[in-house]
């Protein structure tokens, strides 16, 4: 009788997941593990006032069942250069403002996407994953310079070009599943994808519940209205 040989397995898809815990890339986990990616979460502390949201994004991956890489960077100089980390006090300012592309708020974290980027790299070239996935939004968002395509663009093409894996095969690439929704359309998919929001943390400040008054805050609050969910 002759030997029926198995069809090879489908080579299992890895991704790197930039992972705060917060909303929005709470909703870029659960969609990567939708699409079939065995997912690698990783965190990144650079000295923010806070590490409220770091027990959200063990929690969620406890929940789920996926490994969570936590890292920490000394960057003593963004204690000068942005409100999240030095003793500024952090902005409590309209919508109207907050959205307003065309400035740049105390908030903003010098270079922070590129830095997290390059170290998801590094990570996906080790592990030979396929994609960095991260939750940039261009639609509501505070005018980060580093939250928009032009800036992405450009990025994957680096980072393709500057890897083991990427100049090998060229299957190394960012994903950006939020880049162009708005937060009531992120809150939507998160609804959809059945993300737990209460488990997951969004305010710029520490303590046991947010604050309401930050630029994240706010725009979530205003998502959560627009999309018609409520925020639990």
């Not at 830095?115 to 994953?129: M, P």
Request: with cysteine.
């Amino acid at each position: 009788m002759p030997t029926i040989k198995k069809s090879a397995s489908k080579k299992e898809k890895k991704a790197v997941v930039l992972f705060s815990g917060g909303l929005d890339s709470t909703t870029c986990l659960y969609w990567a593990l939708d699409k079939g990616y065995k997912c690698y979460a990783l965190n990144v502390k650079y000295g923010q006032k806070h590490s409220r949201e770091a027990l959200s994004a063990r929690a969620i991956c406890k929940k789920l069942g996926v490994e969570l890489t936590e890292i920490k960077l000394d960057f003593p100089w963004l204690a000068q250069a942005t409100s999240l980390v030095g003793k500024e006090e952090l902005p409590d300012e309209s919508l109207d403002v907050i959205k307003d592309k065309n400035r740049i708020p105390s908030t903003y974290v010098p270079a922070r996407n590129l830095v997290f980027v390059a170290i998801a790299a590094s990570l996906a070239d080790s592990i030979d994953a396929e994609a960095i996935i991260a939750g940039p939004n261009a639609i509501d968002y505070s005018g980060y310079p580093d939250c928009r395509p032009e800036f992405y663009e450009p990025l994957a093409k680096a980072v393709k070009e500057g890897t083991r894996k990427g100049v090998q095969d060229g299957k190394i690439k960012i994903v950006t599943p939020l880049l162009k929704l708005s937060k009531a359309q992120i809150a939507k998919l998160g609804k959809k994808l059945k993300v737990p929001f209460a488990m997951t943390w969004s305010c710029y400040k520490g303590g046991k519940k947010p604050c309401g008054k930050c630029d994240a805050c706010k725009l979530r609050a205003e998502g959560f209205k627009e999309a018609g969910i409520k925020d639990e």
